[in-house]
């Protein structure tokens, strides 16, 4: 089973407000929690002031340059390898790796490393197609297989990079299980969202939230989160400084960093109780929980949420060179 690592960390600021869902393909909930507001003290909604970048399941996208390397060499000529790197995704990229890999050093010899690092910023209100870079690496055929007309090379661009994730949305919520909407301008708690990215390879698909009561004056909030490897590369271990594709791939361990309840701070437990997750190509699960006053509010309210993941992501491109013997 391939294993990969996740930081994470989930912010749960409860305040009075209203906004748009990043990333959400549900409707905004109303306004409400008057009360709220006086206890926690109210403000605008963080999720309405974040620009709508954080969409989709791009990351890092690269490319060979069109002949870079060529399609065809004859022995012993000097020849370049272009990468184009962009990053379409909403995140900076810090101390990113491109590693060519997989040629014969044997008959090719590369000028420079094969190993070189990058740097590009996400998508932003400046870039809002994110920034580009190029990379070019020389190299040089230094013959062929004896009695020979020649051979195929192959090259193999292959990107690592930390990254994150990053979802914010309104939610609408209750902190009794029986609290209902009194007020016209209360919200309705839905307790179920849906996603569509936010605007990296690794997404929270859905979001599912309910509120049990516990006794007469607790209950549990509870919060069901899932997760996907949308991407079209896996996750690695974001603390390696290598770009290999023999490094071993743990199971994700997802580490809450800190969280917040207006201005109060309550113990939150998740299970797997280990914090290990195998986010794959398939959806995986992870439940959180933490306790509540029933007081909290007279009305259902809405409050953003905010979690963050990091994590490393490791993609390959492959492209072909024939070497051709000079006659």
Not at 254 to 282: H, M, Q, R, W
Request: proline content about 6%.
């Amino acid at each position: 089973m391939k294993k990969i690592i996740i930081l994470g960390l989930i912010v749960l600021l409860l305040t009075a407000c209203t906004g748009k869902q990043q990333g959400s393909d549900n409707k905004s909930p109303s306004e409400g929690g008057g009360i709220f507001s006086r206890i926690f003290g109210g403000g605008n909604s963080a999720v309405s002031k974040i620009e709508d970048f954080r969409r989709g399941y791009d990351g890092i996208t690269f490319k060979f340059l069109e002949n870079a390397p060529p399609k065809e060499r004859f022995e012993n000529e000097f020849f370049s390898i272009m990468v184009e790197l962009q990053n379409r995704g909403a995140y900076d990229v810090q101390n990113g790796i491109m590693e060519i890999r997989d040629y014969k050093q044997t008959y090719t010899t590369l000028g420079d490393s094969n190993r070189q690092e990058f740097s590009l910023e996400g998508r932003n209100a400046l870039a809002p197609e994110g920034a580009l870079d190029r990379i070019t690496i020389s190299a040089q055929n230094t013959g062929i297989p004896k009695q020979s007309q020649g051979y195929t090379e192959t090259f193999t661009a292959m990107v690592c990079y930390p990254y994150k994730t990053i979802l914010v949305a309104d939610i609408c919520l209750a902190s009794s299980p029986d609290l209902k909407s009194a007020s016209p301008d209360a919200c309705n708690p839905t307790y179920q969202l849906t996603f569509s990215g936010q605007g990296a390879p690794v997404a929270v698909n859905g979001l599912q939230y309910d509120v049990l009561a516990l006794d007469k004056d607790n209950a549990e909030l509870r919060f069901k989160f899932q997760l996907q490897n949308k991407g079209k590369g896996l996750i690695i271990d974001p603390a390696t400084t290598e770009c290999d594709k023999t490094m071993p791939v743990s199971l994700t361990s997802i580490y809450f960093l800190n969280y917040s309840l207006g201005n109060e701070k309550d113990p939150i437990t998740c299970s797997p109780e280990n914090k290990k997750l195998n986010v794959t190509a398939e959806p995986a699960e992870m439940i959180c929980s933490m306790k509540i006053p029933r007081t909290l509010a007279k009305t259902p309210f809405v409050t953003p949420l905010r979690m963050t993941f990091e994590y490393g992501y490791r993609e390959s491109r492959s492209t072909a060179m024939k070497i051709k013997k000079r006659q």
